[in-house]
């Protein structure tokens, strides 16, 4: 900083009579400076990173578990839409039920293991019917746990993927179902059950791998909208069944002769589950 100090009367003056003459230096001149063109700047869409080929490690799970942008809300309510179509006509739903079946099983299997239970091997038949085997106490929580865990598996499975995409993870969302179905087919002991799972999970790895974002989140949304009211209608088929004196050995069977309460009650539970994932889940996904 310069500071300036100026005296009351103690002033400067200079006579313009006794200055002497400067002869004037030219100033050579400046060479004109070319014009630069100008460069027009675009902005790059609002997209997430892909992983380039020979990606390392770090740059895939850094693009795994990046956020997206959230998708249209036309897309949001289509997808809804297309799960309903999947679910609600008898002729559709007799197949789009293996993947309700695949979540049906893998939840017993999953809840087998978590409480100490010895996973033998899980069965998928082509009725849309399974079967999960494993070894442990008869009775118990670990029983009751795995029990239980069959028709709450899919709305739940639904419950957590609407978190996943209200928190703008589609991508994530893809790999975890890619890595549930690869850690359940090593248990598959039958070959349409094996078949059924490669194909599912393939979908899911060549979708997150191969194809753009808008089609990812439109798959996306589409798996979870699936999960959520594919699974209310399996709670109220069991209901019928029982009704006309079938299913004797169903989960809520099985369910009230280790507790001794009645199926009505573990019935009731499946559909209370079933039916809050889907208001939850449904509110995320519409509202994230």
């Known amino acids: 900083?310069?500071?300036?100090?100026?005296?009351?009367?103690?002033?400067?003056?200079?006579d313009v009579s006794d200055t002497v003459p400067v002869p004037a230096v030219p100033v050579p001149a400046v060479p004109a400076v070319p014009a630069v063109p100008a460069i027009a700047i675009t902005s790059a869409p609002d997209r997430p990173p892909r992983a380039p080929r020979g990606a390392t490690p770090y740059m895939v799970t850094f693009e795994i578990f990046a956020t997206q942008p959230a998708p249209d809300r036309w897309l949001v309510i289509g997808t809804a839409v297309l799960a309903l179509a999947a679910v609600v006509p008898s002729a559709i739903w007799r197949l789009s039920r293996n993947a309700v079946t695949i979540a049906h099983e893998g939840g017993h299997g999953l809840i087998a293991l978590a409480t100490?239970?010895?996973?033998?091997?899980?069965?998928?038949?082509?009725?849309?019917?399974?079967l999960t085997v494993s070894r442990g106490r008869p009775t118990g929580p670990g029983m009751i746990l795995t029990a239980a865990a069959g028709y709450t598996a899919p709305p739940l499975l639904g419950l957590g993927g609407a978190w996943l995409l209200?928190?703008?993870?589609?991508?994530?969302?893809?790999?975890?179902?890619?890595?549930?179905?690869?850690?359940?087919?090593?248990?598959?002991?039958?070959?349409?059950?094996?078949?059924t799972v490669v194909l599912?999970?393939?979908?899911?790895l060549l979708v997150s791998w191969l194809?753009?974002?808008?089609?990812?989140?439109?798959?996306?949304?589409?798996?979870?909208?699936?999960?959520?009211?594919?699974?209310?209608?399996?709670?109220?088929?069991?209901?019928?069944?029982?009704?006309?004196?079938?299913?004797?050995?169903?989960?809520?069977?099985?369910?009230?002769?280790?507790?001794?309460?009645?199926?009505?009650v573990w019935l009731f539970l499946f559909h209370a589950v079933s039916l809050c994932s889907l208001i939850g889940g449904g509110r995320w996904l519409l509202d994230p």
Not at 118 to 126: A, T
Not at 200 to 204: I, L, S, V, W
Not at 244 to 259: E, N, Y
């Open 1 to 14: 900083m310069i500071r300036m100090f100026a005296g009351g009367n103690d002033r400067c003056r200079t």
């Open 116 to 130: 100490g239970r010895r996973l033998e091997g899980i069965r998928l038949h082509s009725d849309t019917s399974g």
């Open 166 to 195: 209200a928190s703008h993870r589609i991508t994530l969302l893809l790999w975890v179902a890619t890595a549930l179905l690869i850690a359940m087919l090593v248990m598959i002991r039958n070959a349409y059950g094996a078949l």
């Open 200 to 204: 599912t999970g393939a979908a899911f």
């Open 211 to 264: 194809t753009e974002p808008e089609v990812q989140a439109a798959f996306a949304y589409a798996a979870v909208w699936f999960l959520l009211l594919g699974g209310v209608r399996p709670p109220f088929e069991l209901q019928v069944k029982r009704r006309h004196g079938g299913a004797p050995d169903s989960d809520a069977d099985q369910l009230a002769r280790m507790t001794h309460v009645p199926p009505a």
